[in-house]
């Protein structure tokens, strides 16, 4: 079995990150907030999670409600990006920050995190000067597909799922395409990644974070 990869930044190092965006693009107005490497997240690059409905107050004092909020980045995807490009630093920056603005929504305008119109002025006013380039969504299919286990085939229109994990269930979900029934392939051999770049096959996926 192969061995996971070793996080490319310490907890104390992404924390860091954090307090650094926090003050440059937030005024410093966002509450701790745990920033985790996950070995499991392999469909998309980073996400905002909590468990439980935005809170009206926060106290600096209440640990089990911090406890509730994380940051989680992606260490199978994250790892070879920052190993393999000179931008990958930026794009974890990038990363953070767009999580971040999930955690204003929170934390700030106590609304569920999503990529409505408050979503889309922070980030505008995030990328203004020219440092990070938040986006909404991430093309890391290369990456995603070599990480492939599971796959599924629509009935319809012959369009492939795949993912690591079983997370499509056909009685529930259908073709984002056309809407058809999916039938479930079973285990697959997984994709090289230089297999992915090459195929002008396989369907074009923008990972939401």
Same mark, same amino acid.
């Given at each position: 079995?192969? @061995?996971?990869?070793?996080?490319?930044?310490?907890?104390? =190092?992404?924390?860091?990150?954090?307090?650094?965006?926090?003050? /440059?693009?937030?005024?410093? %107005?966002?509450?701790?907030?745990?920033?985790?490497?996950?070995?499991?997240?392999?469909?998309?690059?980073?996400?905002? %999670? @909590?468990?439980?409905?935005?809170?009206?107050?926060?106290?600096?004092?209440?640990?089990?409600?911090?406890?509730?909020?994380?940051?989680?980045?992606?260490?199978?995807?994250?790892?070879?990006?920052?190993?393999? @490009?000179?931008?990958?630093?930026? =794009?974890?920056?990038?990363? +953070?920050?767009?999580?971040?603005?999930?955690?204003?929504?929170?934390?700030?305008?106590? /609304?569920?995190?999503?990529?409505?119109?408050?979503?889309?002025?922070?980030?505008?006013?995030?990328?203004?000067?020219?440092?990070?380039? +938040?986006?909404?969504?991430?093309?890391?299919?290369?990456?995603?597909?070599?990480?492939?286990?599971?796959?599924?085939?629509?009935?319809?229109?012959?369009?492939?799922?795949?993912?690591?994990?079983?997370?499509?269930?056909?009685? /529930?979900?259908?073709?984002?395409?056309?809407?058809?029934?999916?039938?479930?392939?079973?285990?697959?051999?997984?994709?090289?990644?230089?297999?992915? /770049?090459? @195929?002008?096959?396989?369907?074009?996926?923008?990972?939401?974070?």
């Amino acid at each position: 079995m192969a @061995s996971s990869p070793t996080p490319p930044l310490t907890t104390d =190092e992404l924390t860091a990150i954090w307090f650094d965006l926090n003050v /440059r693009y937030f005024d410093g %107005v966002l509450p701790p907030i745990d920033l985790v490497w996950s070995r499991r997240l392999t469909s998309s690059i980073g996400m905002f %999670v @909590s468990r439980g409905g935005p809170r009206s107050l926060w106290s600096e004092t209440a640990s089990p409600r911090q406890s509730r909020r994380e940051i989680r980045l992606s260490l199978p995807l994250l790892t070879p990006l920052l190993a393999r @490009s000179p931008h990958g630093f930026n =794009e974890l920056l990038s990363t +953070v920050a767009h999580e971040m603005i999930h955690q204003w929504q929170y934390d700030i305008l106590k /609304r569920r995190p999503s990529h409505g119109p408050d979503f889309l002025r922070k980030m505008t006013q995030v990328n203004r000067d020219g440092s990070l380039a +938040v986006t909404l969504y991430h093309s890391l299919q290369q990456e995603v597909l070599a990480l492939a286990r599971f796959a599924w085939r629509c009935r319809q229109c012959g369009r492939i799922y795949r993912r690591q994990r079983r997370t499509i269930q056909p009685r /529930r979900h259908h073709c984002g395409s056309c809407r058809g029934a999916l039938q479930e392939l079973g285990a697959v051999r997984r994709i090289p990644s230089t297999a992915v /770049r090459s @195929s002008p096959k396989q369907p074009q996926l923008s990972l939401p974070f």
